[in-house]
């Protein structure tokens, strides 16, 4: 039996959250509903616009509820993730990392002829005639955004590099169409020095301005300029250079995006909603306790765990293995038992949804939906 299917029955039963088969991925929909509404609104006073990226929650709800509060629509990562959100009747996307091999094209012409609007990008000539020559034979047109680096070196093409030549190269293929620039300094987002980040940050939509100042003195303008994150939602608007922000771990945070305001003494601007929620096993011992969640229940990227609720003050988590955690705590400020829950901050959010099929989203103790990651393992 899935979780899914072993919590179903906890659906609107009062105390049906401490009731859930473990581990589980809790969302905390008082928080989301706010994280949600921050963003947009702060997007609305900067007057910028969102484009959430999806590679973080991977789930059509959010989405849907992202899009209502004024998103144009949503990033994904992957070719695989906007093909599951399509399904679920997500119709504006753009996957932020290249497509390149012959089977990945023919899929995404299939996404291309079913979506009201998506966009694909490209950081290669080579690539882009191939994009080209596929769209011919299909008789589409493919909107492609010329991905640009800034300095991070993963994807994009460096705007001294070749990139106006391929901006004019897919302005003037037959069945493409220039529809932007990104350019996502995601080596900034966790930078903990908030001078650092800003300079940083700023520096690169400065880069960012003049290629697209030089492109458009060839009459070439990008209908839009998308990028930013999270640990950067505050400065990169000021450049006034984007015209969308792709953030996405806003609706959860973190361990890793908290340390990034709390670290130099700040207060995050966003409340984590996101949890994995974990029952004790095992107390055997004085001051040490075993819970039902280890490595197969977090992404183990980052640090461990922080607890959120539930244990003793004070307590620390570890990893004892691939399907228990440890629990550290002090006895004399309380005792901890099995069958106690506790819910835990997640190290990274991203990976640690990808591990799961579904959440449980929860207002106060009360369950009062399970919502499927339908993108959830899409990594092709």
Known sequence: MSAQDANRDLIGVPGGRWKLATPALVIDLDVLERNIAKMA?????????LRPHAKTH???????RQIAAGALGICTAKLGEAEALADAGIDSILITSPIVTDGALARALALNAKL???RIVCDDAEIATKLDAAASASSQRLRVVVDIDPGMGRTGIR?????????EQVAASRHLEFAGLQCYAGHLQHLESPNERRDKSLAAMKELAAFRDQIASRKLVPSILSGGGTGTFDIDPDARTLTELQVGSYV????????????PGDKPPFETSLFVQTTIISVHRDGLATSDAGLK????????PLIAHGAPQGASYFFYGDEQGGILYDPSQGRLRPGDVLACTVPHCDPTVNLYDSYAAVRGDIVEALWPIEARGKSA
């Open 58 to 64: 991977k789930c059509s709800e959010i989405a849907r």
């Open 41 to 49: 609104e702060h997007a609305r006073s900067s007057r910028i616009a």
């Open 252 to 263: 959860f945070m973190d361990r890793q995006y908290n340390d990034v305001w709390e670290k």
């Open 297 to 304: 229940a977090f992404a183990t990227d980052a640090s461990s």
């Open 116 to 118: 009201r609007e998506l």
């Open 159 to 167: 705007p001294d590099n070749g990139a106006a030549a391929l901006v």
